[in-house]
């Protein structure tokens, strides 16, 4: 006598994982940190939640990823721009025309995601490794370095002002604010 097996119906389902995270990124922009939840995201997604969970384990797990991604793009735009540069002020250069380029509603939902990790120490010292990165190999013993350092705080320093929104900047303040940062970097980076 044969044996049957079982076969299955339908195709197995594969999780887009860019999809839950653009989903989510959607749900922080329009609700707030406070509107991130498994259910939410499942919904949004068109998976369940056990898929997104599957994923990404719990909320934790799933801004992690978010912030991981985010930090990959933009780390992807600032080696585009540095044109095969590879020193620490080229690096900072790009680094602070990325930043100025970038779109206020993106870096509040940003420092949304951030705000909401940092009483974890895990990912608050990838944070810091992640900035730490980012000026590696300046050579702060020269006016340039100190210069280049100097910009790259105050970049951060805009950036987060903006996205925290306690300071409403206009277009023009905030390009007017930027042309002050890169006048402190070298004129050929």
Same mark, same amino acid.
């Given at each position: 006598?044969e044996s049957?097996?079982?076969?299955k119906?339908g195709r197995?389902?594969?999780?887009?994982?860019?999809?839950v995270?653009?989903?989510?990124?959607?749900i922080?922009?329009?609700g707030? /940190?406070?509107?991130?939840?498994?259910?939410?995201v499942?919904?949004?997604?068109g998976?369940? #939640?056990?898929g997104?969970?599957y994923?990404f384990g719990?909320k934790?797990g799933?801004? #992690?990823?978010?912030i991981?991604?985010?930090?990959?793009?933009f780390?992807d735009?600032?080696?585009?721009?540095?044109?095969n540069k590879?020193d620490?002020?080229?690096? /900072?250069a790009?680094?602070i025309g /990325?930043?100025r380029q970038s779109?206020?509603?993106d870096?509040?939902r940003?420092a949304?995601?951030?705000a909401?990790? /940092?009483?974890?120490?895990?990912?608050?010292?990838?944070?810091r490794?992640?900035?730490?990165?980012?000026?590696?190999?300046?050579?702060?013993?020269t006016?340039?370095?100190? #210069?280049?350092?100097?910009?790259?705080i105050?970049?951060?320093g805009?950036?987060l002002?903006?996205?925290?929104?306690?300071?409403e900047l206009?277009?023009e303040?905030?390009?007017s604010i930027?042309?002050?940062?890169?006048?402190?970097l070298?004129?050929?980076?």
């Amino acid at each position: 006598m044969e044996s049957k097996k079982l076969q299955k119906t339908g195709r197995p389902r594969s999780i887009d994982r860019d999809h839950v995270l653009d989903m989510a990124e959607k749900i922080v922009t329009e609700g707030g /940190i406070v509107a991130l939840t498994m259910d939410a995201v499942a919904q949004a997604s068109g998976v369940t #939640k056990g898929g997104v969970q599957y994923c990404f384990g719990n909320k934790d797990g799933l801004l #992690k990823a978010m912030i991981e991604r985010w930090g990959d793009r933009f780390d992807d735009q600032v080696t585009a721009r540095k044109q095969n540069k590879n020193d620490a002020i080229s690096h /900072i250069a790009a680094h602070i025309g /990325i930043t100025r380029q970038s779109n206020a509603e993106d870096d509040s939902r940003f420092a949304a995601m951030m705000a909401s990790l /940092i009483p974890n120490t895990e990912y608050l010292n990838e944070t810091r490794a992640w900035y730490r990165k980012q000026w590696d190999g300046l050579d702060v013993t020269t006016p340039e370095g100190r #210069k280049a350092r100097l910009a790259f705080i105050a970049n951060e320093g805009a950036f987060l002002l903006r996205s925290f929104n306690f300071f409403e900047l206009t277009q023009e303040e905030w390009q007017s604010i930027f042309n002050d940062i890169e006048g402190l970097l070298p004129k050929n980076t």
